[in-house]
DNA sequence: TGCCAGGCCCTCTTTAGGGCCTT
């Protein structure tokens, strides 16, 4: 039986950071990462690290994460973390939810481990906002229980909460198949919706499928 | 010891302000 998907979908990685607080340039470091592979509909592949940078972690932040200064202390160096992520990724196009946030922090620690960033990034949040306007929020444990996607362990650690936003990257790919009448949602669509006007997603995704014929019905 | 930001979007807008979302 023939994949739902198109078998010519790029694979995208999904990241997920762990950090001691919000912001790169005031001084926040990266304390775990995790990457999924998601290809034609599933995940085929994941890595997850937790990483040693020397920053301290706040009591706020182990408290939510469960992540300590003496876990820290055992980590492998965040810079040998960082290049191994970066070569399991490889050029593939990354996903986050609230890409911004896990954008900022993969340049930043990749710059200090030697390595150039220059992947292209799509956020299921905005994607979300876009496709669910409905929900109460946006937040990926609000988009997770809407959808009943899978549990995936512990939340706010980054193996888990990578998943979590692959089963979300998953389900929207699914309903924008469904809403808009396609074969198949590549990830170059998902890209263009989640920049769209809110109120013409369906313009926008006319004007996708002009361009690449095989994605219509 | 323990603080901190920024991109995006909406509207009471666009020469701005404030909320959301991530840790």
């Not at 620690?109 to 150039?116: C, I, N, S, T, Y």
């Not at 299921?124 to 109460?136: D, F, G, N, V, W």
């Not at 170059?188 to 997603?201: E, G, I």
């Amino acid at each position: 039986m023939p994949s739902a998907f198109n078998p010519a979908l790029e694979t995208v990685a999904v990241i997920d950071f762990e950090t001691t607080g919000v912001s790169p340039a005031a001084g926040a470091r990266a304390t775990e990462i995790a990457a999924v592979l998601v290809h034609d509909g599933q995940v085929v592949g994941h890595y997850a690290s937790l990483m040693q940078s020397g920053a301290w972690v706040p009591p706020f932040i182990e408290q939510l994460t469960g992540i300590s200064n003496a876990i820290l202390a055992r980590a492998p160096p965040a810079a040998r973390v960082m290049r191994e992520v970066a070569a399991f990724v490889g050029e593939r196009p990354l996903v986050a939810h609230n890409a911004a946030f896990d954008r900022s922090f993969w340049r930043a620690e990749l710059q200090r481990a030697g390595r150039d960033a220059p992947h292209r990034f799509a956020c299921t949040m905005l994607l979300a906002r876009r496709l669910y306007p409905e929900s109460a929020n946006h937040r990926l444990g609000t988009l997770a229980a809407l959808h009943r996607l899978p549990a995936a362990g512990r939340a706010h650690r980054a193996l888990a909460d990578a998943e979590t936003t692959a089963n979300l990257l998953l389900q929207m790919q699914r309903d924008v198949m469904l809403r808009f009448a396609l074969t198949s949602a590549p990830h170059a669509l998902l890209a263009k919706l989640q920049r769209a006007p809110r109120r013409d997603l369906a313009g926008c995704v006319a004007n996708y499928a002009a361009l690449a014929g095989e994605v219509t019905a």
